[in-house]
Structure formats: structure tokens, C-alpha cells
């Protein structure tokens, strides 16, 4: 009905960062369907290679439920993850004036970018306090995204008022809080 297909965002949509590898589809709908029903769910996988990014994305089908979840610590196979609400695609304005935070969470990024470059990236938009490409523990690779914690809210306001999508080394870039 209100909802579109494909949509990334809504009151009900949570994104969960720093999966570990071997979560399975069953234990990630087990843990969150604990909360409530789920409408859909998904664990992101690289294209070429099939292996699982690191995170992924629960939709309740009753929004209420999102803020005990964030509440709450989640671990998978020893590892506790971070979950995120997701910010609708250009929520400039108001909306995004309703999740003050300094933190962006930042997937697909290329494994070529070193920390130095997404901190120089990013430093355009505002004095950059922390910063983070998430590493695999065994082999140090890149798992594809990161975080940056800027030094004011206004600076995420104002990144996410020109939507979530920002170009990067040649390849899109999603921004969530």
C-alpha cells in the first residue's frame, strides 16, 4: 500500500553494522523476529564474490518496536553489533532534524580506500572527530564500510539534507545514521 518496493528506508526499517561472517539468514530473523513480526529482512552480500558484507537490514511490520531494539545490546557469535534507524533517501528538512547524531554509517566502500582518504573525503563537509573502515579480524581486509563522527549534528543535518547517496572513488555511497 504506503510502502514502495525496493524503498531503504522507513519508521520501521533498522540497519545492524558489524555482523559477524558466518550469521546465517535464520539466526539474524530468529534473534530480531523476537521483537515482533518482520516484514522483510536481509544480509548484504558482495556481488562478486557472494560473501556476506558485514550488515544488513530488518523491516518490522509495526515501527513501535524499532526503539526497544535500539535500546537493547545485540550479539551475533560472540560480537556485538550496532543498529542504526535508516534515514529516507533526501530527508533534508525536518526529518532529519529528528535523529541528531554526529555518527555516519558509510557501506561500499572500496577496499582500495584507506582510512586517510575516507577521512579526507568526508572532511569537506565538517571537522571530522573519529574515523573508521571496518576491518575483517583475521585477514585486515576492508569489510566495505565504516563510520565518521563529525563534530556537530549540524554537519550530518546538513550532509543528509542533499540526500544519502554521495559519489566516491567512482562508486555511489550510502549514508545512514
Known amino acids: 500500500m504506503g510502502s514502495r518496493s525496493g524503498d531503504r528506508s522507513s519508521p520501521q526499517k533498522i540497519f545492524i553494522g558489524g555482523l559477524h561472517k558466518d550469521t546465517t539468514n535464520t539466526e539474524f530473523n530468529s534473534h530480531f523476529g523476537k521483537y515482533g513480526e518482520i516484514t522483510d529482512s536481509v544480509i548484504m552480500r558482495d556481488r562478486n564474490t557472494g560473501l556476506p558484507r558485514g550488515f544488513g537490514f530488518i ?7 524499532v526503539d526497544k531494539v535500539i535500546e537493547d ?3 551475533f557469535n560472540g560480537k556485538q553489533v550496532e543498529i542504526k534507524r535508516t534515514i529516507p533517501k533526501g530527508a533534508g528538512g525536518n526529518q532529519s532534524k529528528d535523529f541528531k547524531t554526529k555518527k555516519i554509517f558509510v557501506g561500499g566502500i572500496p577496499s582500495s580506500v584507506t582510512e586517510d582518504e575516507l577521512k579526507e573525503f568526508f572532511a569537506k563537509y ?6 573508521q573502515i571496518i576491518r575483517d579480524h ?5 569489510r566495505g564500510f565504516g563510520f565518521v563522527i563529525f563534530d556537530s549534528e549540524e554537519v550530518v543535518d546538513e550532509l543528509l539534507s542533499k540526500g544519502n547517496m554521495i559519489d566516491m572513488a567512482d562508486t555511489k555511497r550510502l549514508l545512514y545514521l
Open 138 to 142: 583475521q585477514t585486515n581486509r576492508s
Open 73 to 75: 545490546t545485540h550479539i
Open 126 to 131: 565538517g571537522t571530522i572527530v573519529e574515523h
Open 59 to 65: 523491516t518490522f511490520a509495526d515501527p513501535s518496536v
